[in-house]
């Protein structure tokens, strides 16, 4: 937090999930006896990629950030957020946050370790420093928080296709980024202190 604050920096916390058509479970109400199912055609495949940051920087408002692809199980199509794509989000996430210099916390995914992504990166560093959590630690990440909580809003739903998926992803992201309340919650469930001393 002293690095960030020298440098007048953003610590921007970063990771990646997916939502596929098969929705979590989840709980609402019913009557007595009567269990609710919400059928789900279990047809097609494709999933909506997300990938966010969780910005935050002493005397501002924590803000989300964050881009989504629709993978359709197309041959040849994209799996995956690829180099291009971080460093869209990255230079992004730079602009929308007055310019600042970032330092930007992401786990040990093999696409992290991409010799390109490394490359910009290293031809960027006048304003981004990258910091590594350690192996399997997601409970150190906020982001995660994020992804549970748009899980969990999006269990009572049965989406038929990815394209009736896509925008449900992003009304859901949307609303948790008008409020900044929840992601100081996400934060604050990490145990990281992000308050200078």
Known sequence: MRTAQLLGAWIAFEDEA?????????????????????????????????????????????????????????TGEKKGFRTREFADLLTSARRQLSDAPLIVVWDNASTHHAKSLREFCERNSHWLTIVKLPPYAPDLNPVEGVCAHLKKSLANLAPHTVEDLTPLVKNRLRDIQRRPKILDGFIAETGLGVQPP
Do not use: F, H
Request: hydrophobic letters at 25%.
């Open 18 to 74: 997916g939502q596929d058509l098969n929705p979590g479970k989840g709980r609402t109400w019913s009557r007595r006896g009567r269990t609710p199912l919400v059928k789900v055609t279990g047809k097609g495949s494709g999933r909506v990629l997300m990938a966010g940051m969780i910005c935050v920087r002493p005397g501002r408002e924590t803000c989300l950030i964050y881009r989504t692809q629709t993978y359709r199980g197309r």
